[in-house]
T-cell receptor
């Protein structure tokens, strides 16, 4: 069965610092990978997704993620964090089909001045 | 476009009461979903509807029923609420019929407390 692990429950970074959120997945073949962001009191919004091809994927709001098959990872990065990036971030994997989307438990990002 | 809308935003129930959570989307999407979000658990799929007229169980369907009223609307019903159903409920929709690359569009959520 597929699974997604986000090892960091909570991360605090200073505004302007770089950010990396970790995501590891477990699935036999190459999965479809997603990062979603949830601002306080809001639903989830897609940041980016990976299916195949270039392993470095660009998303909205200046985020990018890199797929590393050898490490079964799909880490999310941003070079310079803004206060408005404070939110909860979810990694998700889809091995195919309606009920095949598995979400990670989320990483809550706090940004300090 | 309003996207995905959910009502109500907040609800408090007593054990044993029933209620229906409403969801509507105006993006002409085929597929719709109900999730629950609990601390430390991520999102778990309750039910989904691949297309108008069809519904199927997800990971945690017990205690819930759904109705795909038409292409726009997908409701979730709790027949006899239990404290274990205290959660935040999200409705989502996607364009394609089960394509693994589908982006899901989420509503703002309903925060339900069962006493």
């Amino acid at each position: 069965a597929q699974s997604v692990t986000q090892p960091d429950i909570h991360i605090t970074v200073s505004e302007g610092a770089s950010l990396e959120l970790r995501c590891n997945y477990s699935y036999g073949a190459t999965p479809y990978l997603f990062w979603y962001v949830q601002s306080p009191g809001q639903g989830l919004q897609l940041l980016l997704k990976y299916f195949s091809g270039d392993t470095l994927v660009q998303g909205i709001k200046g985020f990018e993620a890199e797929f590393k098959r050898s490490q079964s990872s799909f880490n999310l990065r941003k070079p310079s964090v803004h206060w408005s990036d404070a939110a909860e971030y979810f990694c998700a994997v889809n091995s195919g089909g309606y009920q095949k989307v598995t979400f990670g438990t989320g990483t809550k990002l706090q940004v300090i001045p | 476009n309003a996207g995905v809308t959910q009502t109500p935003k907040f609800q408090v129930l007593k054990t044993g009461q029933s209620m229906t959570l409403q969801c509507a989307q105006d993006m002409n999407h085929n597929s719709m979903y109900w999730y629950r979000q609990d601390p430390g658990m991520g999102l778990r799929l309750i039910y989904y509807s691949a297309s108008e007229g069809t519904t199927d169980k997800g990971e945690v369907p017990n205690g819930y029923n759904v109705s795909r009223l038409n292409k726009r609307e997908f409701s979730l019903r709790l027949e006899s609420a239990a404290p274990s159903q205290t959660s935040v409920y999200f409705c989502a929709s996607s364009v394609l019929a089960g394509g693994p690359g589908d982006e899901q569009f989420f509503g703002p959520g309903t925060r339900l407390t069962v006493l």
